[in-house]
């Protein structure tokens, strides 16, 4: 028992001396929220704010707290954000490598399946769902860095956007968004990103914008699409099979840790 409160001490204070450096030169009320905030995300492993509220155990109704939390996330002002994400991303960038950062691009969503009165609800494909099924909800741009020693994901820039909203343009301009945001943050710390992509940014868009802005990337291509391979135009399947493999690695692949031959060629 006493190892237990050993330890939840321990975590308490490192939550707090973490908010501390993420609120440096805030307003005390906005240091205080983002102590209660952050402890109540971690705790209750929930972003609902009546859950967050449960794990504080204020010597209040629990409608006060909540009413307390809400209250005060939506008066944080503009600028004191601001400062508690400069004030981030000076923090995070001491786990990252000094040069060439690994940065994954894969999109999330949000699923609001119940929700019928939230602004701009759009129809999302519940991608945590067997099934698949399109419910109500919204889609979340997403980009993490890998942490130099342990691989840790470490979150960039992470934006909550609706399909029907006013302001909203297309799923790819989202994206090229966030990447030019990323490439900001980095370049002001002396970093670069290597862009790590799944099949589905295999889209021209995404192609010519990292060839035109010299972004280094690395794209799983989708199997048949077609590549300019010695002058003639090829389905990339066919050219992968013809390759030969001649680096040799381990890569943990459904769970298990097998050899991979890889090659390259210029297309």
Do not use: W
Not at 205 to 217: A, P, R, T
Request: net charge positive; hydrophobic share 30%.
């Amino acid at each position: 028992m006493n190892y237990f409160t050993k330890e939840t001490y321990q975590t308490k204070r490192e939550i707090l001396n973490f908010c501390n450096k993420m609120t440096n030169n805030t307003l005390k009320v906005t240091k205080k929220l983002t102590q209660d905030m952050v402890y109540g995300l971690l705790s209750s492993k929930s972003c609902l704010i009546s859950d967050i509220s449960r794990e504080l155990k204020e010597q209040i109704k629990l409608s006060n707290t909540i009413d307390r939390l809400s209250n005060r996330l939506s008066f944080v002002e503009k600028e004191e954000k601001n400062i508690i994400k400069h004030n981030y991303y000076k923090e995070i960038m001491k786990y990252l490598p000094s040069e060439y950062v690994i940065v994954l691009n894969d999109d999330t969503d949000i699923n609001k399946e119940y929700s019928k009165k939230l602004e701009d609800l759009c129809v999302i494909r519940d991608a945590s769902s067997q099934e698949e099924k399109y419910v109500n909800g919204y889609k979340v741009c997403e980009y993490v860095a890998l942490s130099e020693i342990k691989k840790t994901p470490i979150s960039l820039y992470s934006k909550i956007y609706s399909t029907v909203s006013d302001k909203f343009k297309s799923e790819n301009d989202e994206t090229l968004q966030g990447e030019k945001e990323v490439i900001k943050v980095l370049n002001e710390y002396n970093k670069k990103p290597i862009f790590i992509r799944d099949r589905g940014y295999d889209a021209n868009e995404y192609l010519v914008n990292d060839i035109k802005e010299d972004n280094k990337f690395v794209t799983r291509l989708k199997g048949n699409r077609y590549l300019l391979f010695k002058g003639k135009k090829r389905i990339v399947s066919e050219v992968a099979i013809e390759r030969k493999g001649k680096i040799s690695t381990k890569l943990m692949y459904q769970g298990e840790n097998k050899e991979c031959s890889i090659s390259y060629t210029k297309v």
